[in-house]
């Protein structure tokens, strides 16, 4: 086992918008000082969940990971590299190594361009046009194909085809084009329904036992026990709770991962 990911002491502070009678920004911590490690074999991927209600941090956990957003205190290394200390061509490439689905498949897709230049965009900034160009294509195609878009759809407008599920099937395929290393996902089948949901879990979990892992931020306990093997539970920028998925919610030892589980609708 390889240490890929490790946050020691990780923090993020937020100014604030408005000013106190004294003049001060008092702001806030949106992560407080988080620690935590990432292990991975090659034949098969890590995964890692983190729930929480909203603004618990999950997603500028996710971010700050990937350097999208500054931490103020503590590190981040990826593949045994300090990140934060990295120059902008060594981010770049470390990135490069990691896909990432955004939360909102609205605001995070080029919205002039088609189904499948979307999807091929990165492949075509990493790597160039040509024969690679060529190649990405077929990628871009096979992907579309795996996570269920209507071959209909691949050459119509980002803007005006698409429903928010099939926004994020793409959005999906964008971080996968690169076979990402470690893949990032925020609530990556928040917008499906049952049957598509599945279909895009299954291509992900094929990935994962290919090698890829993966880190996945959700409001859903079920989602999170089935997709991920470990787990943590962040509740106002801090860890309560973390280890094997099944075993914390079968058996949580905090009070508030236990209100989550009892807020589930029950048959």
Not at 73 to 86: H, K, S
Not at 112 to 135: D, Q
Not at 186 to 201: F, K
Request: overall charge positive.
């Amino acid at each position: 086992m390889t240490t890929f990911l490790k946050a020691d002491g990780l923090g993020v502070h937020f100014k604030g918008r408005y000013r106190l009678f004294k003049g001060r920004s008092e702001g806030t911590w949106a992560l407080k000082s988080l620690s935590f490690v990432m292990e991975g074999a090659t034949s098969k991927g890590a995964t890692l969940s983190i729930v929480g209600e909203s603004g618990s941090g999950k997603t500028t956990l996710l971010r700050s990971l990937l350097g999208l957003v500054q931490p103020t205190a503590g590190t981040v290394e990826l593949w045994g590299r300090d990140f934060t200390a990295m120059s902008e061509g060594e981010r770049l490439a470390a990135r490069r190594r990691c896909g990432y689905v955004p939360q909102d498949p609205y605001g995070s897709l080029p919205p002039t361009l088609t189904v499948l230049e979307a999807v091929l965009e990165p492949w075509r900034v990493v790597k160039g046009s040509g024969s690679a160009r060529t190649e990405g294509t077929a990628k871009a195609k096979e992907l579309l194909a795996e996570l269920k878009l209507p071959e209909e759809l691949w050459g119509a407008r980002v803007r005006y085809s698409l429903s928010g599920g099939q926004r994020q099937r793409v959005a999906v395929a964008r971080a996968l084009i690169l076979e990402p290393e470690l893949l990032l996902c925020d609530e990556p089948t928040a917008m499906q329904d049952v049957s598509t949901r599945g279909e895009v879990l299954d291509v992900l979990s094929r990935r994962i036992g290919a090698g890829m892992s993966m880190i996945l931020v959700t409001h859903d306990l079920l989602l999170a026990r089935h997709a991920a093997e470990l787990g943590m539970v962040l509740r106002g920028g801090e860890i309560v709770e973390s280890g094997r998925t099944a075993e914390f919610l079968e058996n949580p030892s905090h009070e508030y991962t236990r209100a989550l589980l009892a807020a589930l609708p029950r048959l």
